[in-house]
């Protein structure tokens, strides 16, 4: 199953993008033992309308037309906790089911358009509170590895 992580704005140089970089390069490498593969990483640019509702339907657009068949994991602060081995099971589930894809979305500054939320099979939630997009890219990427190492039985993950 190829994963993919559809972000809308893009990472400067610094250490969010160095931190995202390491865990994808780490999932990257386990995930040929396990039958993953990326996760790729697509930044989309921000929308620019003027008003919050016209800039998350550009948004949805572009992240539309980047969605492959599978499934899609919306992140956003509307969706619901769910436990490291929970997430692992899910996407291991996915991938014996025969699912080729599985995309993890991430809104701009004003969060997803229902329309993606609505397409979405799953949306997450790192918690209650908002935070910024360039954290919650570095947490999916650590949440995928993660979920590769508990697939997998690496020692990475301890309860």
């Known amino acids: 199953m190829r994963l993919a992580v559809i972000a809308v704005g893009r990472l400067k140089d610094g250490p969010e993008r160095e931190l995202c970089e390491r865990y994808r390069e780490r999932a990257v490498a ?3 033992t396990i039958g993953l593969s990326g996760p790729d990483l697509v930044e989309l640019p921000e929308g620019r309308g003027r008003r919050p509702d016209e800039r ?26 769910l436990g490291s081995e929970a997430f692992a099971q899910r996407l291991a589930a996915a991938r014996d089911s025969g699912i080729s894809h599985a995309s993890f979305v991430i809104g701009g500054a004003d969060g997803l358009s ?24 570095a ?17 990475y993950h301890r309860v």
Not at 67 to 78: C, S, T
Not at 126 to 133: D, K, M, N, R
């Open 56 to 81: 998350k339907r550009e948004e949805a657009e572009a992240i539309l037309g980047r969605l492959q068949p599978g499934l899609v994991i919306a992140l956003d602060e509307r969706g619901r906790s």
């Open 114 to 137: 229902e329309t993606i939320r609505e397409r979405a099979e799953l949306t997450l939630a790192f918690g209650a509170l908002t935070l910024p997009h360039q954290i919650v890219r």
């Open 139 to 155: 947490l999916v990427l650590e949440q995928v590895y993660r979920a590769m190492t508990i697939v997998s039985g690496h020692p």
């Open 30 to 32: 386990l995930g040929r």
